[in-house]
Structure formats: C-alpha cells, structure tokens
C-alpha cells in the first residue's frame, strides 16, 4: 500500500532568469520529503505556490506588494484573510482601504464595517451609512451626500 504522500504530486520550478538572487518565477506547490518540506515554499518576483513569497504572490499563504490567496499580506491584497494596505477579503484588514464580508480600516465597506468611514449592512464609523449605523455622522443618504460634493 503506498504511503499518502507518495501519491501527492510536487511541483518545482525556478526560472533561469534572476534579479538580485530572486527567480523571476517561483513555482513550488506540494510536499517534498527529499527536502523535508510539507508545503511548497515559492519565493521569486512571481511567485506561486502554497506558501508564496514575492513581489506577486499567489498561494494558499501569500506575502508580497501584491498578496493572492487563503491569506493575503500585502501593499494590496486579496484572500479570505486580506491585511495590508488595501485588502479585499472575507475578513479585511487594512491601513487605507478594506472591502469584504468583515472589513477593518479608515475607509471600511462591507457587511460589518468598522472604520473612520464606513459603510455596510452593519456599519460603525465617525462617518456611517448602512443598514444598522452607529457614529457621530450616521445618515441612510450620506454616501449620495459625499458623492454630490465629489463629482458635482
């Protein structure tokens, strides 16, 4: 009877280009017991794997400017777990701008939002719009407002 991780296929790639020591392309998806690695560890510009490290990083965890995956660190990310700058994500945790079914930041949309500005089903902010609001400002029309004295 073969043995499970046996039966798991790795993925190994590094490009011959290179930046710095950094492959341009980092591929490294599945365990390798050769190396005594459990999970792929993908780091290069581009990199893909189930962890990935890069500039472009997209994995199951991913770290880099730009963060796709489970959970996303990064300049701006996106994932089920999003923190950085701008995250997008089911929760959203962010330092400018946060979007998803949780989101955390000075300018927070989603279902429950909690930010200076906010906006979503259950919105707290010194600035609110939402179905259930709480905060200083809170107004059902207060993004037509902020809209009115951005474009008119």
């Not at 089911?90 to 989603?110: D, Q, S, T």
């Amino acid at each position: 009877m073969k043995n499970s991780i046996d039966c798991q296929q790795k993925i190994r790639y590094n490009s011959s280009k290179t930046w710095r020591g950094m492959p341009f392309v980092s591929i490294a998806i599945g365990s390798d017991v050769e190396n005594k690695e459990i999970r792929g560890h993908a780091k290069g510009i581009i990199a893909i794997g189930d962890i990935a490290t890069g500039w472009l990083a997209i994995g199951g965890i991913a770290r880099g400017f730009v963060a796709i995956g489970g959970v996303a660190i990064g300049i701006i990310a996106l994932g089920g777990l999003a923190t950085g700058l701008v995250a997008l994500g089911g929760l959203a945790i962010a330092m400018l701008v946060a979007i998803g079914g949780g989101a955390i930041a000075p300018i927070a949309i989603g279902g429950g939002a909690l930010g200076i500005v906010s906006i979503g089903g259950a919105a707290i902010g010194y600035y609110a719009f939402g179905g259930e609001t709480h905060g200083v400002y809170i107004n059902k029309f207060f993004i037509f407002e902020v809209l009115k004295q951005l474009f008119f």
